[in-house]
């Protein structure tokens, strides 16, 4: 992104009342155990590494549809 990276958009994200309960999941170029510390911090539901379509896919239909969604 051009002017905030994922981290700061999901932090600052997290200090809004209206929006702190939002599902975010980090898809990210960048993998490791840096960036799953980062998730952790920031307060990130998930992290994914780019890119694995179905993986993405498969979470986003879980917070649609529920855990139950196979």
């Known amino acids: 992104m051009p002017n905030m990276d994922g981290y700061t958009l999901t932090s ?10 939002i599902y975010i999941i980090l898809h ?3 993998s490791g155990v840096f ?3 980062m998730v952790h911090k920031v307060g990130a ?3 994914l ?3 694995n379509p179905d993986e993405l896919a498969d979470h986003v239909m879980k917070q649609v549809h ?3 969604y196979e």
């Open 12 to 21: 600052n994200i997290r200090l809004l009342d209206q929006a702190k309960n």
């Open 28 to 30: 990210t170029s960048l």
């Open 35 to 37: 960036n799953e510390a």
């Open 45 to 47: 539901n998930a992290f």
């Open 49 to 51: 590494a780019k890119f």
């Open 66 to 68: 529920g855990d139950n």
